[in-house]
């Protein structure tokens, strides 16, 4: 007899699929790394390179281009996306907050 296969709708958050406690920031961390990678991919750049760029040691770049982004803080990889040129807009709105249309915007 076949079984059939299970299969499960994600949240969009395969961190908190699997249960992790700090969910949300890994997820943070995860989107704003693959961004910085995406910015250092397009440059070509030797790893050398990357640590006087980004200002941190080579065994952090070669952690950082492994995808290892849990090692930085979200502040840190927002650094990283200062330094490699890139405009940060954060918009700051209520959440389920019915009725309350305000939002603070903040460029970096």
């Known amino acids: ?3 059939e296969p299970v299969f ?8 908190a699929d699997l249960g992790l406690e700090d969910a949300d920031e890994l997820f943070t961390r995860g989107k704003i790394g693959i961004q910085v990678l995406r910015l250092l991919k397009q440059r070509n750049l030797k790893q050398r390179e990357i640590s006087e760029l980004l200002g941190i040691p080579q ?3 070669s952690h ?3 995808g290892e982004f849990q090692r930085f803080s979200e502040g840190k990889l ?3 996306l200062k330094r490699l ?3 940060i807009t ?3 709105r209520p959440r389920n907050a ?3 249309s305000a939002e603070t915007v903040i460029s970096l």
């Open 59 to 61: 065994p952090e770049v």
């Open 64 to 66: 950082l281009m492994k």
């Open 90 to 92: 954060l918009h700051l």
């Open 8 to 15: 499960e709708e994600s949240s969009g958050n395969v961190f």
């Open 98 to 100: 019915p009725g309350q």
């Open 85 to 87: 040129d890139t405009e």
């Open 1 to 3: 007899m076949t079984q």
């Open 78 to 80: 927002l650094i990283f």
